[in-house]
Antibody
Framework: QVQLQESGPGLVKPSETLSLTCTVS?????????WGWIRQPPGKGLEWIGS???????YYNPSLKSRVTISVDTSKNQFSLKLSSVTAADTAVYYC?????????WGQGTLVTVSS | QSVLTQPPSASGTPGQRVTISCSGS????????VNWYQQLPGTAPKLLIY???QRPSGVPDRFSGSKSGTSASLAISGLQSEDEADYYC????????????FGGGTKLTVL
C-alpha cells in the first residue's frame, strides 16, 4: 500500500522559507511517476504548487514559480518543497501526492500557518 | 478565480441523480483529460474519476464522468448521504509552459 506523509514546521514567520518533506512508503520514487505538492487555504479550493519527475524534471505553478523549489532524494524515498518569502496568503494545508495521470495517492496534509 | 469553472453548490435527495459541471477552455479540457476528486470534510481529496471517465478500483459505478469539447461533467446516480462532500475537477493546462489547474469546487448537499 502506497503511503505519503508530510513533515515540517507548522508555523513559519512572514518573509521566511517554508520547508516540507514528503516520505513515501510502499513504492519507490525512482520507479517512476510524478510527485507533487498541492495546497488548500482554509475554507478554500485546491491549488497545484508543482511536481517533480523521478528523474528530477520539475514543473511549477507559474504564479508561484519564482518562490518554489521541489527536489527529490531517491535514496531516502523522499521529495521536498521549499517556498520562499512567505506571507499570510501562503497559510494552507499542504498535501504531497503521487500523480499517475490522476493524483491517486495523497498525504494526509499538514497545516502550515504563516504568522509572526 | 479558478481556471476551471464549477457551480459552487449542488444538491439532491437520496436516490436521485446529480450532475456537476466543469467548464474550461481549449488549453485545458479541450486538449487534455479531466480528473475528478471527492473531498470529505476534514480529509484529503480522493481520486474519483481519471482520464475523463475511468473509475479507479474501489470507486462505485454510481460515479461516472464525461467530457465534450471544453466541458466535463461528473454524474452521481443513486445519491447516498455519504456522497455529501466537495467535488473538484482538474486538468492539465498547456498555457504558461504547462500547469495543473483545478475547478473551484462544488459542495454537494444530500437533502
Amino acid at each position: 500500500q502506497v503511503q505519503l506523509q508530510e513533515s515540517g514546521p507548522g508555523l513559519v514567520k512572514p518573509s521566511e522559507t517554508l520547508s516540507l518533506t514528503c516520505t513515501v512508503s510502499g513504492y519507490s520514487i525512482s520507479s517512476g511517476y510524478y510527485w507533487g505538492w498541492i495546497r488548500q487555504p482554509p475554507g478554500k479550493g485546491l491549488e497545484w504548487i508543482g511536481s517533480i519527475y523521478h528523474s528530477g524534471s520539475t514543473y511549477y505553478n507559474p504564479s508561484l514559480k519564482s518562490r518554489v523549489t521541489i527536489s527529490v532524494d531517491t535514496s531516502k524515498n523522499q521529495f521536498s518543497l521549499k517556498l520562499s518569502s512567505v506571507t499570510a496568503a501562503d497559510t494552507a494545508v499542504y498535501y504531497c501526492a503521487r500523480d499517475t495521470g490522476g493524483i491517486d495517492y495523497w498525504g494526509q496534509g499538514t497545516l502550515v500557518t504563516v504568522s509572526s | 478565480q479558478s481556471v476551471l469553472t464549477q457551480p459552487p453548490s449542488a444538491s439532491g435527495t437520496p436516490g436521485q441523480r446529480v450532475t456537476i459541471s466543469c467548464s474550461g477552455s481549449s488549453s485545458n479540457i479541450g486538449s487534455n483529460t479531466v480528473n475528478w476528486y471527492q473531498q470529505l470534510p476534514g480529509t484529503a481529496p480522493k481520486l474519483l474519476i481519471y482520464s475523463n471517465n475511468q473509475r479507479p478500483s474501489g470507486v462505485p459505478d454510481r460515479f461516472s464522468g464525461s467530457k465534450s469539447g471544453t466541458s466535463a461533467s461528473l454524474a452521481i446516480s443513486g445519491l447516498q448521504s455519504e456522497d455529501e462532500a466537495d467535488y473538484y475537477c482538474a486538468a492539465w493546462d498547456d498555457s504558461l509552459n504547462g500547469r495543473m489547474v483545478f475547478g473551484g469546487g462544488t459542495k454537494l448537499t444530500v437533502l
